[in-house]
């Protein structure tokens, strides 16, 4: 008689991804480093406080991971890898002084230690090391593509911050800025990874839109591990976005689905310079009451089955199975 033994199903990871571009990651990493010297030495210092505080690095492995995907075999994505890491680095260090944040994957943020101008001006220093080094590569199709991001980037944060403690704004305009503040560098850093090898314009246009697809998926689950997450995980702590008054997707929800006293409440609690654990509390309540927290991972959920789309283009291969999962892991933190 067969024995039938209950299926567990694997929780999604990263691992797998994170495996097959080690070898290739110790290289970046070791690039990273070495350009963050300088001769003014607060500059490394704020520099290495939070390259070395234990980010995932996804973007460079996404650049890494697509270049293979496009059986690229030159070294110009070690670079390009390290370029997308300083990029999001810099945007780390400017977005943590305009939003006054105090905390950054579970240390004191670089502003609160060294202070808000040394923290813009090593933003800045980083930067121009990420240009140089996508000059150095010498494909001016990659230079344009990062280049244009960096400028996407900077108009997304502009947006987020007229749209800060707005409450009319709407799911659209919402979306138009985390494509601008965070998915745009996805869609780069995976593009650029395909553009190395001169790919057909169809392979990487699939490889951009499974960097930005991916990339509004990861800031919506974001946006729901702020109220429901544990400070553990998100290294910031929870309700930060409620404290800043920003406005991002599960309140757009609550919002429009409230009644003129919840919306009262939003309109006080969001425009206030300080807000009490009560009223996190009270928000939170109001977000699980209008389904504005699930219903934004669903959303999160569509973009990635969008993602995972982009990929059919793609023979099968370990890098692309890695690729799909890296998804799933994405979404999967939401729950």
């Not at 209950?6 to 690039?31: C, H, Q, Y």
């Not at 001769?39 to 690095?57: C, F, Q, Y």
């Not at 994957?105 to 502003?111: D, E, N």
Request: proline fraction near 3%; glycine fraction near 8%; hydrophobic fraction near 45%.
């Amino acid at each position: 008689m067969a024995v039938v033994l209950p299926f567990e199903p694997k929780d999604p990871s990263i691992e797998t991804l994170v495996r097959l571009v080690k070898g290739d990651m110790e290289r970046v990493n070791a690039l990273i480093l070495s350009r963050t010297g300088s001769d003014v030495a607060m500059i490394p210092e704020v520099a290495t406080h939070l390259i070395s505080s234990g980010g995932k690095r996804l973007r460079p492995m996404l650049t890494i991971a697509c270049a293979a995907l496009s059986d690229y075999e030159g070294e110009g994505h070690i670079k390009l890898a390290a370029s997308v890491e300083f990029m999001h680095t810099a945007t780390l260090l400017h977005d943590d002084v305009v939003d006054e944040s105090d905390m950054r994957r579970g240390k004191l943020a670089a502003r609160k230690v060294w202070g808000n101008e040394a923290s813009v001006l090593v933003g800045d220093f980083l930067l121009g090391q990420a240009f140089k080094m996508m000059v150095e590569v010498g494909i001016l199709e990659c230079l344009d593509i990062l280049s244009t991001a960096a400028c996407t980037i900077a108009e997304g944060e502009v947006m987020q911050l007229a749209a800060a403690k707005n409450t009319e704004t709407s799911e659209d305009d919402y979306l138009a800025v985390i494509r601008g503040k965070t998915a745009e560098l996805f869609a780069a850093a995976c593009e650029v990874g395909a553009v190395l090898n001169h790919r057909p314009k169809a392979e990487q246009t699939a490889c951009r839109s499974f960097g930005m697809n991916l990339g509004i998926a990861f800031q919506l689950v974001d946006d729901v591990l702020d109220y429901g997450g544990s400070q553990a995980k998100l290294g910031k702590n929870i309700g930060d976005d409620f404290r800043e008054g920003k406005i991002t997707l599960p309140v757009i929800l609550a919002f429009r689905r409230g009644d003129a006293q919840e919306r009262a409440f939003w309109k006080e609690a969001l425009e206030q310079s300080e807000t009490s654990d009560e009223q996190l509390q009270k928000a939170i309540a109001l977000l699980i009451k209008h389904r504005a927290l699930a219903d934004t991972l669903e959303r999160a959920q569509h973009y990635g089955a969008m993602a995972r789309d982009a990929l059919a283009l793609f023979g099968p291969s370990p890098v692309k199975d890695a690729l799909v999962e890296a998804v799933d892991f994405a979404i999967s933190r939401g729950y």
